[in-house]
């Protein structure tokens, strides 16, 4: 008779669901979604440099959608990305190096890159 290994009946990779949540995590998953947005934004980008450059007609049409609400939002669901995109990188960079790599660390760090990004989100809701 032979020895046999069981077979796993759940997953091998854990789903989200397993986890207990804390804030590491968050900014895990938070660096993932900003980095999909910024490049989800490329095309709308690559748009508004060809309306910038193009006919006059078209540099309206982006000016108009540029002070839109919409264009509005974009632009700053854009910059927040940017900014806490970079910022959570930073982070990771110096996780990956060997500094903050104990719990207390990365917890700290988390919470700096996310009170960076609040604060740099309220200056550019006010500029904007």
């Known amino acids: 008779m032979q020895n046999r290994l069981k ?22 998953i938070a660096h993932r979604v900003s980095g999909l947005a910024l490049i989800l934004f490329v095309p709308i980008y690559l748009w508004l ?51 903050g790599e104990s719990r207390d660390g990365m917890r700290n760090s988390a919470k700096v890159v996310i009170v960076l990004t609040v604060i740099a989100a309220m200056l550019m809701a006010v500029m904007l």
Not at 8 to 15: I, V
Not at 52 to 63: C, K
């Open 49 to 99: 440099l060809r309306g910038m450059t193009g006919s006059e007609e078209n540099f309206e049409a982006v000016l108009n959608w540029l002070h839109s609400d919409l264009g509005k939002v974009s632009i700053w669901l854009l910059g927040v990305s940017l900014v806490y995109h970079f910022c959570n990188g930073i982070r990771f960079l110096c996780i990956d190096s060997g500094w």
């Open 7 to 28: 077979e796993p009946t759940g997953p091998l990779s854990p789903r989200l669901s397993v986890y207990r949540w804390h804030v590491g995590m968050l900014a895990s």
